[in-house]
């Protein structure tokens, strides 16, 4: 079975830090791109930072400087290294992948269950 599972998430203090890991497991043929996206409680689901298998990034205005998106396409992991962090970036985090796999191989998104980050001020 094909999933994308993250691990990382938690409560932290204003300017602390924290790493999000997400890995792609099953049987995989590529997935690219790989990124981060955030929910907070009552607001849309907003990109955060996507790389791509040739370590090309993107990153959301309101994060830049402060997070850190790379990935091990070796393992298909994604991390996102957060660094000063702000209560307004408490959200659920949401890993995504473009995956080929056998069943698909043109290829579809998927999604990862999610993982709170809370920031206390």
């Known amino acids: 079975q094909v999933q994308l599972v993250e691990s990382g998430g938690g409560l932290v203090q204003t300017g602390g830090s924290l790493r999000l890991s997400c890995a792609a497991s099953?049987?995989?043929?590529?997935?690219?791109?790989m990124g981060w996206y955030r929910q907070a409680p009552g607001k849309q689901r907003e990109l955060v930072a996507t790389i791509t298998s040739g370590g090309s990034t993107k990153y959301a205005g309101s994060v830049k400087g402060r997070f850190t998106i790379s990935r091990d396409n070796a393992k298909n992991t994604v991390y996102l290294q957060m660094n000063s962090l702000k209560p307004d970036d408490t959200s659920v985090y949401y890993c995504?992948?473009?995956?080929?796999?056998?069943?698909?191989?043109?290829?579809?998104?998927?999604w990862g269950k999610g993982t709170l980050v809370t920031v206390s001020s």
């Open positions: 099953g049987t995989i043929f590529s997935v690219n791109p």
């Open positions: 995504n992948g473009h995956l080929r796999t056998p069943q698909r191989p043109s290829g579809m998104d998927y």
